[in-house]
């Protein structure tokens, strides 16, 4: 039984990304290099660390699975771990891509009142979201390979189509049945 495992890599995947603005920052109206460099320090840390973590997990699951016989109930479980975590991941991306466009905007009308800090600002917006990209793909590679670990364990999926185009593929990973 693989429940110990799940239950393990399941408690590590609930932990979130730290917040790429800070409220204290933005209650005392501005975020300066020095605060924005250490937002992006901390974001960078803890996509070291998350990812770290997720290999470890991932590896404990393979060896639990691949020491004992995996049940259909062990997949079921792994499957419901597969579709929290790229919901998750979809929404994560989600908030990115709209807080992405909000400061582009903002920038936008910044540039004409104050054009310098409006170029420092993007400099250092582009960092933080460089880091927050960076947590949106560490989750989806992890998805990946969950899935290819799920695959390598179930009978059932040792056929399937071949895929020559990688948007195709792409779409059959993210079905809820991959």
């Given at each position: 039984?693989?429940?110990?495992?799940?239950?393990?890599?399941?408690?590590?995947?609930?932990?979130?990304?730290?917040a790429?603005?800070?409220?204290?920052?933005?209650?005392?109206?501005?975020?300066?290099?020095?605060?924005?460099?250490?937002?992006?320090?901390?974001?960078?840390?803890?996509?070291?660390?998350?990812?770290?973590?997720?290999?470890?997990?991932?590896?404990?699951?393979?060896?639990?699975?691949?020491?004992?016989?995996?049940?259909?109930?062990?997949?079921?479980?792994?499957?419901?771990?597969?579709?929290?975590?790229?919901?998750?991941?979809?929404?994560?991306?989600?908030?990115f891509?709209?807080?992405?466009?909000?400061?582009?905007?903002?920038?936008?009308?910044?540039?004409?009142?104050?054009?310098?800090d409006?170029?420092?600002?993007?400099?250092?917006?582009?960092?933080?979201?460089?880091?927050?990209?960076r947590?949106?793909?560490?989750?989806?590679?992890?998805?990946?390979?969950?899935?290819?670990?799920?695959?390598?364990?179930?009978?059932?999926?040792?056929?399937?189509?071949?895929?020559?185009?990688?948007?195709?593929?792409?779409?059959?990973?993210?079905?809820?049945?991959?």
């Amino acid at each position: 039984m693989i429940d110990a495992a799940l239950i393990d890599l399941t408690h590590h995947l609930s932990r979130q990304p730290p917040a790429i603005v800070s409220p204290s920052l933005v209650a005392r109206g501005g975020v300066t290099a020095r605060a924005s460099e250490r937002l992006v320090r901390d974001a960078e840390r803890w996509n070291a660390d998350w990812a770290r973590d997720a290999e470890t997990q991932v590896e404990a699951l393979r060896v639990r699975l691949d020491a004992e016989p995996v049940a259909a109930r062990d997949l079921h479980q792994l499957d419901r771990l597969i579709d929290l975590l790229a919901d998750q991941t979809d929404a994560q991306a989600s908030t990115f891509r709209n807080l992405e466009k909000r400061t582009r905007r903002f920038l936008k009308r910044m540039k004409v009142f104050a054009p310098d800090d409006a170029t420092r600002l993007a400099a250092e917006r582009d960092r933080l979201f460089a880091a927050y990209a960076r947590s949106c793909l560490i989750r989806f590679e992890l998805v990946m390979a969950l899935r290819a670990l799920r695959a390598s364990h179930d009978p059932a999926s040792r056929s399937g189509p071949v895929f020559t185009d990688p948007t195709t593929l792409e779409e059959y990973l993210r079905a809820p049945a991959a």
